[in-house]
């Protein structure tokens, strides 16, 4: 679990050492979304949200992480006469994840949970009140040893394969100011459909050329595999 420390709550107009303040209401450093993959393979600010997540926990990756959109509205305080730097940048150091069912109780993993998972990115400070300074993080909030245990409440080897559940994944990052404050954001929550075996999987041909790519196997896209007749 992350250690104690003194943190900033960032709200509206906190002065963040060499003057910092956000404009408008609302808090300074936050999630908006779930960035989807552009057609390359790509994660950027502009590419569209997902409405829901989806995971087949035997297929791909074995673990789900989520893109999220970070948005920081500390506004940027750095000058040329005299030099100063920026201090109002954000380091990402990782993220705080709890797992919960769809009525909002935490999932009985026999693991942690809430749990502390290692991330890191680097979010730029905002240029004006309607530019917030945005980066595409990367957080896995259903490790692999999370996602067996997913599988084996759905009956494991054995189990029905059109067996579900939802798991909610509720997350906040945090970090330090380029001036040397910790920082971090509030809880966002993201719904997840939980399923397994030929789930989130389309049959194509052998001779099937013009194909639609998923960047991420298992998770939140369809992948298509070549099926026998």
């Keep these: 679990m992350r250690m104690n420390r ?5 709200l509206c ?4 050492l060499a003057g910092g303040c956000v404009d408008g209401d609302g808090p300074a450093f936050y999630i908006s979304g779930h960035v989807s993959a552009s057609e390359d393979c790509t994660y950027e600010p502009g590419n569209p949200f997902w409405l829901r997540g989806a995971f087949n926990v035997n297929v791909g990756s074995g673990y789900y992480a989520v893109t999220p959109l970070l948005n920081n509205q500390l506004r ?7 030099l100063r730097a920026d201090p109002n940048g954000v380091l990402i150091e990782g993220a705080e994840v709890e797992l919960t069912d769809a009525a909002g109780a935490p999932i009985p993993f026999g693991l942690p949970n809430p749990f502390t998972v290692p991330t890191s990115d680097f979010v730029p400070s905002a240029t004006s009140a309607e530019s917030p300074g945005q980066a595409v993080g990367l957080v896995m909030v259903i490790p692999p040893a999370y996602a067996l245990s997913l599988y084996d409440s759905l009956g494991g080897a054995g189990g029905d394969p059109l067996a579900r559940t939802v798991v909610v994944a509720n997350l906040r990052v945090f970090g330090e100011t380029n001036g040397g404050v910790d920082v971090e954001s509030d809880w966002w929550s993201w719904p997840i459909d939980v399923c397994r075996d030929a789930c989130l ?29």
């Excluded at 107009?13 to 963040?16: E, G």
């Excluded at 940027?76 to 005299?82: E, F, L, N, V």
């Excluded at 013009?210 to 007749?229: K, L, M, R, S, Y």
């Design 201 to 229: 999987t389309a049959c194509v041909a052998v001779d099937t050329t013009d194909t639609a790519t998923c960047c991420t196997p298992g998770q939140d896209c369809v992948t298509e595999v070549i099926c026998t007749p």
């Design 13 to 16: 107009c906190v002065p963040i």
């Design 76 to 82: 940027a305080r750095g000058s040329d006469a005299p």
């Design 6 to 10: 003194p943190v900033l709550w960032l």
